[in-house]
């Protein structure tokens, strides 16, 4: 839909932040600590933006009860306002992206919960014609199957976000939307919890789009995307998908390998393997609109299933390392005593600042990147 591939296009990193292990804007489990800037403090300007916008919540069709319920636990909250204005704007090659999407605990993890919830995977994939691995890959892409929804009260995050201005007219909806959620019971203001900027439950819905297309599958009434039972969550994200023009199987594949249905083929990254993708593939993206993301879902769909690895290779980076090369680096900087954050072969933040440290140690030009000659010096 429109409204969440805006979203996830206005919060560029949002992609990434779903696949963890280089960022972690919002808290990783429902039970963790919240940051304390992302706790709410007074503001007497959020306040009175409050009060201004009651009389729009109620023209909305937004019950007296349920603002008073929504604001009473809500407030401003810094550290949200700050992540949406210093946002990374690092650029991954589809090597890194699909490090992280496909790594080895994600997959096996992801055939986990395959197993765990297979029934319910397969009834969603009756229902609605989409496979259940592809749900499973954007659980898992999403919030790690359950394990990253978000500790952070939408209703506060929302407001803040809307009082602040830079998007303001896009968050006040979702601000209303939210206020709907409550108004028709689906959930409480107390377990009305996202990510930072507003993204719900197992599959990161945001508020419009949950009252769009969330569904009750489970029957209890309500359309529960926040409890530990990921049911709603998977069902909502199937429909979702139908909805977006989901049809048959396939999203697409490698291009040459046996099984790669018919497409149109792209070749995300200069010099890496090309793949053939389907209509399905345009479905995906109408989740996340981006060519990496949908790569990274069909290819940790099919990893689920019990494909192998991509075949095709990869170029060097724009350092002259190739994967295996960055790996090494990684490894060695970790025997040394630095923190890496990770052997994935990724250069992140974590990384970047062991190579810093590193550098320093040896009176060497501190620039965090990496080279073969920091490699050789290894």
């Known amino acids: 839909m429109t409204t969440r591939r805006t979203f996830l296009t206005l919060t560029a990193a949002a992609a990434l932040t779903a696949c963890g292990g280089v960022r972690s804007p919002a808290p990783t489990s429902r039970n963790s600590a919240v940051p304390s800037d992302l706790r709410p403090i007074p503001n007497a300007g959020y306040d009175a933006w409050v009060r201004a916008f009651r009389p729009r919540g109620a023209a909305a069709g937004i019950s007296d ?32 992206y699909l490090s992280i999407a496909a790594s080895d605990e994600r997959i096996s ?46 209703i506060s995050s929302t407001s803040t976000l809307a009082f602040d201005g830079r998007r303001g ?10 206020l709907r959620i409550l108004q028709s019971g689906d959930t409480t203001p107390g377990n009305l919890v996202g990510s930072w900027a507003g993204a719900m439950g197992h599959t990161q819905f945001i508020p419009t789009s949950y009252l769009s297309l969330a569904v009750d599958f489970n029957g209890d009434g309500r ?15 199937a429909n979702y998908l139908r909805k977006n023009g ?9 291009t040459g390998q046996p099984g790669t249905p018919s497409g149109s083929v792209i070749t995300p ?44 290779s990869f170029p060097p980076d724009r350092y002259g390392l190739t994967k295996q090369q960055r790996i090494t680096l990684q490894e060695k900087l970790t025997a040394r005593g630095y923190d890496t954050g990770g052997t994935s072969g990724v250069i992140g933040p974590k990384s970047r600042e062991a190579i810093s440290a590193y550098q320093s140690s040896r009176g060497l030009p501190v620039t965090g990147a990496p080279s073969p000659e920091l490699l050789g010096s290894l």
């Open 65 to 96: 009860a349920t603002m008073n319920a929504a604001f009473r636990s809500a407030g401003f909250i810094p550290g949200v306002v700050t992540r949406d204005r210093s946002q990374p704007e690092t650029k991954y090659s589809l090597e890194d």
């Open 109 to 154: 993890k992801g055939r986990a919960a395959l197993a765990r919830h297979r029934g319910t995977l397969n009834a969603l994939e009756s229902r609605y014609g989409v496979p259940a691995e592809i749900i499973c890959a954007i659980w898992g892409l999403e919030s790690r199957y359950g394990e990253r929804r978000g500790d952070i009260n939408v």
């Open 169 to 178: 007219a896009f968050f006040e909806k979702q601000l209303i939307a939210a």
């Open 223 to 237: 359309r529960d995307i926040w409890s530990d039972d990921p049911t709603d969550a998977l069902a909502s994200t």
């Open 246 to 254: 989901w049809s048959g199987r396939d999203w697409g594949g490698e």
């Open 269 to 312: 990254q200069p010099g890496g393997p090309s793949f053939t993708v389907t209509r399905n593939f345009r479905a995906i993206k109408s989740y996340n609109n981006s060519d990496l993301y949908a790569i990274g879902i069909g290819h940790l769909a099919d990893r689920l299933a019990g494909g192998g690895p991509i075949r095709g």
